[in-house]
């Protein structure tokens, strides 16, 4: 085993002890994976800092712990995440509440939105669209190097499943809101996939939330199929708290001419590790990743992207900014690959920090690895202070120092969160990252944890 | 309005103000003329408190209060402004919100409340036909991709929003075509009142066929060395420094 053994050791337990009471509520075609991906995780184990792509990372503050696990869903826990209501204003979504990683048991699982369109629990899809499922379910979440993707198979039974049918335009946007609540410290799994086909248009939302000052581990894998000549924009909202340890994988798997936008917005969270992964697989492919981490305290945020070229005429743009305080640290890996094939390939990379005090740190690596001749790849990263001159420019017009500093910041944040298409969301993260930036808690109003 | 005491500042340990004295009285423009490297761009920045010169000795009075001890922010709260040689680009920050922070920060000190948003949109419309600038830059980003000349409108313009008394224009002139030069001058002549003040600090004698000085004065390696009326531009203009420096340097031996 490359990970950690000792740590690896407990998920491979904890799969022993627990996988006869995962299957038995899970449909079959989710359990035929489960023996192969446990047997590749058994090989991979939890990423250590030995592991390249986790090198600056160390997952054992949250993984090395004994954790209740959820993996039976009980229908009174549900009541509180009904009550859960997303306070942005003016935002018209259809919305989905996962708890602890499962699809209420409340309501129906699966629900038919307006042009054909599904959203809902992904284990109830299995049992009645098998032949999406078999299509999509699986193929695209890989790694020859990260564990946790196949922890994730081997153990996740639930999480949200999206359809859009061809030539669907979708354009209210969806937005899961992932609630995680306990009174024990927990541990917990899902899976989502979403499938937006040929000429679909389609925006999500996801919203990362805990409800109870406990610690939280979070493995979450993200399935993302996007047909040919579809869009397809994801907004993800992390605001947890310091005790949360979230680490998600999405892999968005793009026919040609389709364009996607990914955009990570990483508020509040003690360690958030996100994995990205583009795959272009189609000439005339798009697509745009960006983020956003404002880290204090102790905080850690790694963004982890890898951006496959697999094919000729396609464009990617990197954008990810970080604004570091107190003694938190970041890290960015921007990894592109060029595929022999991929010629007349645009790829972009900009990963700029903000370092507020001489103790916060962060870590910043692209890693370009070009095997066509006639390509146009560029990558830049800073990691510095703010900038004098302008802070005197806006003191120089009567703005005090502390406001020209949060102006400075948030101006240096806008340039991500102006991607957010949805305007409500745009308006209301701009809104958050102004209070996250005054040091006033960024949580939404109808989070009941008030962890300080 | 101003009064400048055998001011001396050095930079890094490099004396670069020898005993500078200026006075400003309401209502004046004074035109600051030299050779590079006389200082001129350093007095503005003492005057506007930016930090890397240190004042060594001297006093700067600034309606009746000691400037030199007051942060940058206040200074331009009490009515002190710095058309700047080069505007700084700053994105992500909107000139509407920047103007508007800009605006009601100096309203608040004064104990006004903060203007409305539709009074405050109604100002910059005023204000941006005032200064003939394009009305689209005030929806980008502070100086952002803007060209040389735009950059210096919109310090006109900002200029114009934050109505100071005492407005100090360093090079606002530098890297202008004839129309822009117009413009700003045009902008600063519709400005001016019977009780605000302006220090234009240039190069060239071009701006000040635009914007006449009642007093101009002749920096050179870092003292004042002569104080005329308007005809002083016109004469460096025909002849160049070298004379002043000639002039100087017979001072000197004598």
Sequence with gaps: MSGNSEVSEKYLNLYRENIDKISSISAPYINSFRSSAFERFSKLGIPSKKDEAYKYTNLNIFFDHDYRSYFLPVASDFIKAEEFRCDVADLDAHGIVLLNGFYPTINDKLRQLPSGVWIGSINEAALRFPDLIEKHYGKYADSDTDGLVHLNTAMASDGVFVYVPKGVRFNKPVQIVNLVQSEEDMFNQHRNLIIVEKDAEFSIIICDHALSPKKFLTNAVTEVYVGESAHFDLVRVQNEHNAACKVTHTFIHQEKNSITSSINMTLHGGLIRNSTYHFLGGENAETNSCGLYLTDKWQHVDNFVNVDHAFPNCTSNQLFKGVLDDMSTGAFNGRILVRPDAQKTLAYQKNNNILLTDDAKMDTKPQLEIHADDVKCSHGATVGQLDGDALFYLQSRGIDKHEAKLMLMFGFAHEVIQNIKVEPLRERMDNLVMQRLRGELSRCASCVVKCG | ?254
């Excluded at chain 2, 500078?20 to 761009?41: D, Q, R, T």
């Excluded at chain 2, 919100?97 to 004064?110: G, W």
């Excluded at chain 2, 005329?228 to 002043?244: M, R, S």
Aim: proline share 3%.
């Design chain 2, 1 to 254: 309005m101003l009064d400048i005491n055998n001011l001396k500042v050095s930079i890094a340990g490099k004396s670069i103000l020898k005993g500078v004295s200026l006075h400003v009285k309401p209502g004046e423009i004074h035109a600051i003329m030299g050779p590079n490297g006389s200082g001129k761009s350093t007095l503005a920045s003492v005057l506007t408190g930016r930090e890397f010169a240190e004042v060594t000795e001297g006093t700067v009075t600034y309606m009746g209060n000691n400037l030199l001890e007051m942060s940058p922010e206040d200074r331009a709260k009490e009515g002190i402004f710095l058309g700047f040689q080069y505007p700084i680009e700053i994105p992500g920050v909107s000139m509407v919100n920047f103007m508007k922070t800009a605006v009601n920060e100096k309203r608040k000190h004064h104990g006004l409340d903060p203007l409305s948003a539709s009074d405050f949109l109604k100002m910059m419309r005023e204000k941006k036909e005032l200064v003939e600038i394009d009305s689209k830059l005030a929806n980008r980003s502070v100086n952002e991709g803007f060209s040389g000349g735009e950059k210096k409108k919109n310090e006109i313009f900002q200029m114009a929003m934050l109505e100071p008394k005492l407005a100090i224009l360093d090079e606002t002139d530098s890297g202008l075509d004839i129309d822009a030069l117009r413009i700003v001058a045009n902008g600063v002549n519709k400005l001016k009142k019977a009780d605000n003040s302006f220090i234009v600090i240039t190069h060239y004698q071009r701006l000040l066929d635009h914007i006449i000085p009642d007093v101009v004065h002749v920096l050179y390696d870092g003292r004042i060395v002569k104080t005329a009326g308007k005809e002083l531009a016109l004469e460096l203009e025909a002849k160049g420094y070298d004379w002043i420096k000639k002039e100087v340097e017979n001072n000197v031996i004598a």
